[in-house]
């Protein structure tokens, strides 16, 4: 369901979260209200407005808590992509500087794999996994650069460069592979179904009907486009707000240019 939904643009999606919190909030309970003419005791409306504004803090409080972790996800994979991407230009640079043959071949492997990394593993974190196509670029890269031989020292220098940067890059790719199981933790997720479904019970006996509709509906559709944000924030991935590989689409053309 919730692949799914990210599928819909994000304004579907909104309309969606905003549609069933007001159909659940107000329109079922008011309706029910209206047609069997219910009206809650002066006591217990009170008492249902005292406590409605008290989870009205609650909800926003782990709202604002959860779109800030998400947030900080967000950038921290954005810094991640961007190391990765820096390093792999880092490499094609040092390459620049080997001047041979097998570092031509090298750099040749390196574009491959940059680009296996736009074409064949961004699709695949989607399903929260890397691409096997790009662990095998990978691979024949590391064989690419392991065929450089040193004919100076400085060659020499710069070949133990390439392999520490090498090492780096096999490291952050895992890293990034590992942030496609980031997701909010459940216990937030529990917290804020609980708060929204006594908010959203308090709010069913707020007296007048009036009163009701107006206040609960106003309260429920600023809440549920916070929730349907915090839904689109969550998946790094998939959606329209996912995050996109442009470090690497930057990096191929300079990588490309010849040795």
Known sequence: M?????????YQIGFIFVFSFLLISVIIPATIRYKLDLNPR????AGADESYKMFITLALVMIGFSLVQLQGDHKNVEDLVSRE???????????TRYESDDANQAKVALVKYVQSIVDDEWPELQNDKGSDTTAVKLKELTKAISNLTPRSSEQDTIKGDIDITLTQVVDIRDARIATTRLY?????????SCFLSVL???GWFINPLSRMIFYVGGVTLGISMLISLIFILEDLYRGESA???????DIIPIIMKPV
């Not at 991407?85 to 390459?95: D, Y």
């Not at 909010?184 to 804020?192: A, E, H, I, P, R």
Request: charged share 5%.
């Open 2 to 10: 919730a692949h799914w939904l990210h599928t819909l643009s994000n």
């Open 42 to 45: 002066d006591s217990i409306a």
């Open 85 to 95: 991407a820096t390093l792999n230009l880092k490499i094609a640079s040092l390459l």
């Open 184 to 192: 909010l933790q459940t216990y937030l997720w529990g917290s804020l």
């Open 200 to 202: 959203i019970f308090f």
């Open 243 to 249: 995050l996109i590989p442009k470090p690497f689409l």
